[in-house]
């Protein structure tokens, strides 16, 4: 079973910037993809960005392509979310994901691709 847990989350004016952390625990790290959704109020749950347990290929929505950036760092047995250039349709709860860990050549776009979920840390970013 892996814990998910995520941090960094906050209150910041359009334009700022924010960095996510998601640390994991109870399994192999290095072999799960990992991802990152994110929920507005009101909103159906979407596809942020995602990275292989490798680190060689990185996968990201069309609305935050050029402004985030995931990363990981499997030492650590944590994932990352630098997020630039934010916008108020940024807010949401952002959610961290890791799949079955099987060091798949691919990190899904999809929720059904992710078994396991964090609890989530609020972005809000006022205009």
């Known amino acids: 079973q892996v814990q998910l847990v995520e941090s960094g989350g906050g209150l910041v004016q359009a334009g700022d910037s924010l960095r996510l952390s998601c640390a994991a625990s109870g399994g192999t790290f290095s072999a799960y993809a990992m991802g990152w959704f994110r929920q507005a109020p009101g909103k159906e749950r979407e596809f942020v960005a995602a990275i292989t347990w490798s680190g060689t290929h990185t996968y990201y ?3 935050v392509k050029g402004r985030f950036t995931i990363s990981r760092d499997n030492a650590k047995n944590t994932v990352f979310l630098q997020m630039n250039s934010l916008k108020p349709e940024d807010t949401a709860v952002y959610l961290c994901v890791a799949d079955r860990g099987r060091y798949s ?4 776009t999809q929720e059904s691709d992710y078994v396991y979920w964090g609890q989530g840390s609020q972005v ?3 205009s």
Do not use: I, P
């Open 105 to 108: 050549w691919y990190a899904g």
């Open 124 to 126: 809000t970013v006022s």
């Open 61 to 63: 929505a069309d609305s």
